[in-house]
């Protein structure tokens, strides 16, 4: 029954998890957004993420509450809460980047990398939990490994590819960063419902969770614009000539080019910004550099929570379904290991080269090659299902 239960759920998750990437990528090309530049930055659309997530997870508690749960089964334990709050937080900051690297790289192209953590679960699992770790489950995780892999050989190999393909420096920042945030989660997880009180379910952990993801990008949007404000993030009192035209200057019309060159004088090979500047101008300044988000930190930031498209946040909204689901989904596979399950939560990316190809994406025969060793690597990692029963952790509570 165990695996019955397992695999159900697994194909929800999959489910859930591909169209979150594909919801998360449309939302940001302007191709299905009305054809307007996507001015709506990374945290507004986590913050629409996460009001539609915490609307469902509040719909699916009310209705557990209207066909009789006790009220007193919402509350998980002051322990469970910290882990959910820990992993709220690691939460926001995972979701900012999976709004920023769809709005530049096609899933097929970053998702892989993101799965990298995979291969770190069964020491977590050994070490917190004691859970086995098992002959074929390594030869599964080294398939999917290699099979992440194989997309990037032309890369590696410094074969022609096209520089979309390629991820720059903050892409592979945010890759690290969301790989920490997604091992931390799975292991967290864990012991949220390891730690919940008895009778504690899925619904009101996922419920907990949006609240505080809610409180904590709220606080980001509010705070991070005031914060790059005083510091004078979005007005570099100097900056490098090939960055200002770059970054800066190319972003913009022949009017806020003049602008700007009035305030920033060439020297040498750097634009310095001169003395005396009013705090009309100061703001002027700032207001264009904004717009071309030049701080790439606090322009994840910027932007009113109601934006003049809202096209965009439709498919954010969509994608807050599809997250409640599998979040509650990962709830409820949590009382096993996570290196028992988590990696077959991912076989959607084996589907998502074909997928692309269906909107006319570029798909090569190395993503195709990688896709079908994925897909072996999750089918061996479950071959002895028979002979290894999957047994709950303990809880601690």
């Not at 986590?46 to 997870?57: D, F, G, M, N, V």
């Not at 770190?120 to 939990?129: A, S, V």
């Not at 000539?241 to 020297?267: M, Q």
Request: hydrophobic share 50%; proline share 5%.
């Amino acid at each position: 029954m165990e695996w019955i239960v397992i695999i159900v759920w697994l194909l929800i998750i999959n489910g859930g998890l591909g169209g979150q990437y594909l919801l998360n990528w449309m939302g940001n090309q302007p191709d299905f957004t009305g054809g307007n530049k996507i001015d709506i930055s990374p945290g507004v659309m986590t913050w629409w993420r996460e009001i539609s997530k915490l609307a469902w997870a509040v719909i699916a508690v009310a209705v557990e509450l209207i066909r009789g749960k006790p009220a007193k089964l919402l509350w998980p334990g002051f322990i469970s809460l910290s882990t959910i709050i820990i992993c709220a937080f690691t939460g926001v900051i995972e979701n900012i980047g999976f709004f920023y690297l769809p709005r530049y790289y096609s899933p097929h192209i970053f998702a892989p990398y993101i799965n990298v953590y995979l291969a770190f679960l069964p020491f977590f699992g050994k070490l917190l939990f004691n859970a086995p770790i098992r002959r074929v489950h390594w030869i599964g995780i080294i398939l999917v490994i290699i099979g992440l892999a194989v997309p990037h050989i032309p890369h590696l190999i410094g074969s022609g590819v096209d520089p979309k393909t390629v991820l720059d420096s903050t892409a592979v920042i945010w890759i690290v960063i969301i790989n920490c945030c997604l091992l931390s989660q799975q292991v967290l997880n864990n012991k949220t419902v390891q730690t919940a009180l008895t009778g504690v379910g899925p619904n009101a952990l996922v419920f907990w969770r949006e609240v505080w993801k809610m409180i904590f990008i709220s606080l980001a949007i509010f705070i991070m614009p005031l914060v790059g404000n005083v510091l004078h993030a979005n007005m570099p009192t100097s900056i490098n000539v090939k960055e200002f035209n770059e970054r800066i200057l190319a972003k913009t019309d022949d009017y806020k080019k003049e602008v700007l060159l009035n305030f920033y004088t060439l020297s040498g090979d750097k634009y310095v910004l001169g003395n005396n500047i009013s705090t009309d101008e100061e703001a002027t300044i700032k207001k264009i550099i904004k717009t071309t988000e030049y701080n790439r930190f606090f322009s994840l930031f910027e932007g009113s929570i109601l934006p003049n498209n809202w096209l965009p946040i439709l498919f954010v909204i969509a994608a807050g379904l599809t997250g409640y689901i599998y979040s509650f989904g990962f709830f409820k596979l949590s009382r096993f290991s996570a290196h028992f399950w988590v990696p077959y939560t991912n076989v959607y990316l084996a589907l998502l080269p074909f997928i692309m190809i269906l909107f006319g994406k570029e798909v090569t025969v190395f993503q195709i090659a990688g896709a079908i060793v994925v897909t072996a690597g999750l089918m061996i990692g479950v071959m002895d299902y028979s002979r290894n029963k999957v047994v709950e952790i303990k809880r601690k509570i």
